[in-house]
């Protein structure tokens, strides 16, 4: 690997020299920044370039960034003050003979890359505020710092192993100490870790027993899964025997499992005969039931017929010798009564020649009164027959027909 890297500043003729100035690297020089000479009066076509960041002052007081192209007469007071790179810089910062916990010293070569930017703004910090020169002796010191002091935790056989883990956080401490100066750490790599020859070699002959040690295990392996593929190898054919076995009762147990489903067959079909003969007979069996309980039903069906209809003739007889004894007492009644009516009209007749000379007011109370009688005896025949005994028939039949020789 190269020396350690140096971050410069350079001045240059003109502005257009830029690109050809930043790819020029003179022991182990690195251009960062670029500084253009100031002209005697004036720029007559000042050509800015594209590519890096440009700044210009006026009378020594930085105006910020100048957009490229040509710019035409320029005085001398105008001038272009820094031409920052835009491009990925790498940077070798080798440490030598650093200890190692064991007192083993070590040299490790270190390769950082890194950037300005991303704007015109970190150019301007990193230009005002560090510089190249200054920023080449901070990323000088802070590398060999972290580089020795990694270097001191270990020993000198686990220096190789520290790789990675170192490089990942270097890149957060630099990163944390340069943003604020407009720089972008972007990769940390150790590329390579050196030891004392003698002890390199001893390291070589201690890898190369290793090597040979892995060999031994890897051959000592070998017959240890030769080994198990015999064992494996017996182990399968034992397994086959077993399986053939196994498929060998798996068949007597299918011809058994037939028969029995052969039995089960024939049983569930005599079953099912017996279950046939058993439903027929029932079936007959309670055919004959329902045939006798027919006929008997019907047997007393007509029975009750013939019960209602020597009932229905007797009550027919009895109801038309009612109604005959009926009609003889009704038309006896009305005979009496009409009997009663002439007598009563006899009578009413006699009671009126006897009482032609009577007073008025005894004519009419008589004549009142018989129109009531009359009424009453009307009543009584229209009703049809009465029987009245005793003497309270007696007394009623007094009542209606006045006693002869008796006046009123």
Same mark, same amino acid.
């Given at each position: 690997?190269?020396?350690? $890297? ?81 491009s990925v810089i790498s940077y070798n910062a080798p440490a030598r003979n650093c200890p190692t916990a064991d007192s083993v010293m070590v040299s490790v070569d270190l390769s950082?890359? %890194? ?50 883990? %170192? ?41 190369? %027993? ?8 890897? $051959? ?35 011809? %058994? ?71 003889? $007492? ?79």
């Amino acid at each position: 690997m190269d020396g350690h $890297s140096r971050l410069v500043q350079r001045t240059i003729k003109k502005a257009t020299d830029a690109d050809t100035a930043f790819s020029e690297l003179i022991h182990n020089e690195i251009p960062m920044v670029l500084v253009p000479s100031k002209p005697l009066l004036f720029h007559f076509a000042l050509n800015v370039p594209s590519g890096p960041f440009v700044l210009w002052q006026r009378f020594m007081k930085d105006k910020g960034p100048l957009k490229p192209g040509v710019k035409w007469i320029w005085p001398s007071w105008n001038y272009i003050s820094h031409i920052v790179t835009r491009s990925v810089i790498s940077y070798n910062a080798p440490a030598r003979n650093c200890p190692t916990a064991d007192s083993v010293m070590v040299s490790v070569d270190l390769s950082l890359t %890194f950037q300005i930017g991303p704007d015109i703004e970190a150019a301007r910090k990193f230009v005002y505020r560090l510089g190249p020169n200054r920023f080449d002796e901070l990323l000088s010191a802070e590398t060999e710092e972290a580089i020795r002091g990694l270097v001191y935790s270990v020993t000198h056989d686990k220096v190789n192993d520290l790789r990675e883990e %170192f490089a990942s956080n270097m890149l957060a401490t630099l990163n944390s100490k340069v943003e604020p100066f407009g720089v972008q750490i972007l990769n940390v790599k150790v590329t390579n870790v050196k030891l004392p020859r003698d002890l390199q070699e001893r390291l070589e002959h201690t890898t190369a %027993f290793k090597t040979r040690m892995e060999e031994q295990e890897k $051959s000592h392996e070998n017959q240890i899964h030769a080994l198990k593929d015999n064992a494996e190898l017996e182990l399968e054919t034992i397994r086959k025997a077993n399986n053939r076995k196994i498929q060998e009762i798996v068949a007597e147990r299918a011809v %058994f499992e037939t028969q029995k489903r052969e039995m089960e067959e024939e049983a569930r079909g005599e079953g099912r005969v017996r279950e046939v003969e058993a439903k027929t007979k029932a079936g007959v069996s309670l055919s004959i039931a329902k045939g006798t309980y027919l006929v008997n039903k019907v047997k007393g069906q007509q029975h009750v017929e013939e019960i209602l209809k020597t009932a229905d003739i007797g009550a027919q007889r009895i109801t038309v010798e009612a109604d005959k004894e009926a009609y003889v $007492s009704i038309r006896e009644s009305e005979t009496g009564l009409k009997v009663a009516e002439y007598q009563a009209e006899a009578m009413v007749v006699s009671a009126e020649a006897e009482a032609e000379a009577a007073e008025a007011l005894a004519e009419k109370r008589r004549y009142d009164l018989e129109w009531s009688r009359l009424e009453v005896q009307k009543k009584i025949a229209k009703n049809g027959r009465k029987f009245i005994t005793g003497e309270q028939g007696q007394a009623i039949l007094d009542a209606l027909i006045p006693k002869a020789g008796i006046k009123t």
